[in-house]
């Protein structure tokens, strides 16, 4: 029952915020690097946000996120979470998590994630 499930995804406004979470199952969160990635229509999925593993306080922002996006953690419900404030349209996306036990490379990339989530939708519009 490894598996990582996201929530929170919707339709919001410009400007809006939203909280993504990602549950974890069969695994410990705080054993792993985390990371969001999302993919937008006609793009490739990109690496918005990481926190490393082990737990020392490291995260990772991609430049258009900076100052609005925020990854934490939460070890007691073995949960990680996406604070998304000032969205823009452009940002609309299918949100994922995922999950990488040995993190050698700084972001870990896409295909180096040992697990993913099924994503879910954020839509950014009025």
């Known amino acids: 029952q490894v598996q990582l499930v996201e929530s929170g995804g919707g339709q919001v406004q410009p400007g809006g915020s939203l909280r993504l979470s990602c549950a974890a199952s069969?695994?410990?969160?705080?054993?792993?690097?985390i990371g969001w990635f999302r993919q937008a229509p006609e793009k490739g999925r990109e690496g918005v946000s990481f926190?490393?593993?082990?737990?020392?306080?490291?995260?990772y922002y991609t430049d258009s996120v900076k100052g609005r996006f925020t990854i934490s953690r939460d070890n007691a419900n073995n949960m990680v979470s996406l604070q998304m404030d000032s969205l823009k349209p452009e940002e609309t996306a299918v949100y994922y998590c995922?999950?990488?036990?040995?993190?050698?490379?700084?972001?870990?990339?896409?295909?180096?994630?040992?697990?993913w989530g099924k994503g879910t939708l954020v839509t950014v519009s009025s």
């Open positions: 926190s490393r593993s082990p737990l020392h306080g490291r995260t």
């Open positions: 069969g695994f410990a969160l705080n054993e792993y690097t």
């Open positions: 995922a999950a990488k036990r040995f993190s050698k490379a700084w972001p870990p990339p896409e295909w180096g994630m040992d697990y």
